[in-house]
T-cell receptor, first 113, second 112 residues
Framework: DVKVTQSSRYLVKRTGEKVFLECVQD?????MFWYRQDPGLGLRLIYF???????EKGDIPEGYSVSREKKERFSLILESASTNQTSMYLC????????????FGQGTRLTVV | SQKIEQNSEALNIQEGKTATLTCNYT??????LQWYRQDPGRGPVFLLL?????KEKRKERLKVTFDTTLKQSLFHITASQPADSATYLC???????????FGAGTRLAVHP
């Protein structure tokens, strides 16, 4: 059974902290994505990666960075967490090419206080 | 920039009726379009993919159309059931196959 696993289901961090969200997939997918989801705004793409060490900015990259040192792992980093980064964060992976479906993790509900 | 619009108002329908959801896109020409279902507190789950030359695709009670002239996809659920209640998201994508972006989704509520 295919799997995308996010390291935490719920996370509470303080303003200014450096926060790491981890995502691991076991399907040997080339593409991995980080989204945030807020009520009324839907899924917004933060960053994506199409290969190891390769990354591209999505629509809302400000305040975030990513790391992909191994094919199966894609990390989202909040350099200095702020309250407006309180959100649901979803990781996804898919094969390269136009027909691959995206598989999502269970999500991380991050609260910055 | 690429823009995807789905009806933000919730769609309420009676059990047994056909639900029709709309996805409109602007500023790009996707060759493929995917539809996903999302339940509260969970990640989206893939339902269907349609290619630009297919016009229509069916899977069980689901039917998707893709009109590249209107820049629109319609998603139909026939004989709807309360278990179909969820948020449905569309994801049109084109030449840049790596980037996958979604509409905000439409919440469907099927009442017994």
């Amino acid at each position: 059974d295919v799997k995308v696993t996010q390291s935490s289901r719920y996370l509470v961090k303080r303003t200014g902290e450096k926060v790491f969200l981890e995502c691991v997939q076991d399907m040997d997918h080339e593409n991995m994505f980080w989204y945030r989801q807020d009520p009324g705004l839907g899924l917004r793409l933060i960053y994506f990666s199409y290969d190891v060490k390769m990354k591209e900015k999505g629509d809302i990259p400000e305040g975030y960075s990513v790391s992909r040192e191994k094919k199966e792992r894609f990390s989202l980093i909040l350099e200095s967490a702020s309250t407006n980064q309180t959100s649901m964060y979803l990781c996804a992976s898919r094969i390269q090419g136009p027909w691959g479906e995206a598989f999502f993790g269970q999500g991380t509900r991050l609260t910055v206080v | 920039s690429q823009k995807i619009e789905q009806n933000s108002e919730a769609l309420n329908i009676q059990e047994g009726k056909t639900a029709t959801l709309t996805c409109n896109y602007t500023n790009y020409s996707p060759a493929y379009l995917q539809w996903y279902r999302q339940d509260p507190g969970r990640g989206p789950v893939f339902l269907l993919l349609i290619r630009e030359n297919e016009k229509e695709k069916r899977k069980e009670r689901l039917k998707v159309t893709f009109d590249t002239t209107l820049k629109q996809s319609l998603f139909h659920i026939t004989a709807s059931q309360p278990a179909d209640s969820a948020t449905y998201l569309c994801a049109p994508f084109g030449g840049g196959y790596n980037k996958l972006i979604f509409g905000a989704g439409t919440r469907l509520a099927v009442h017994p």
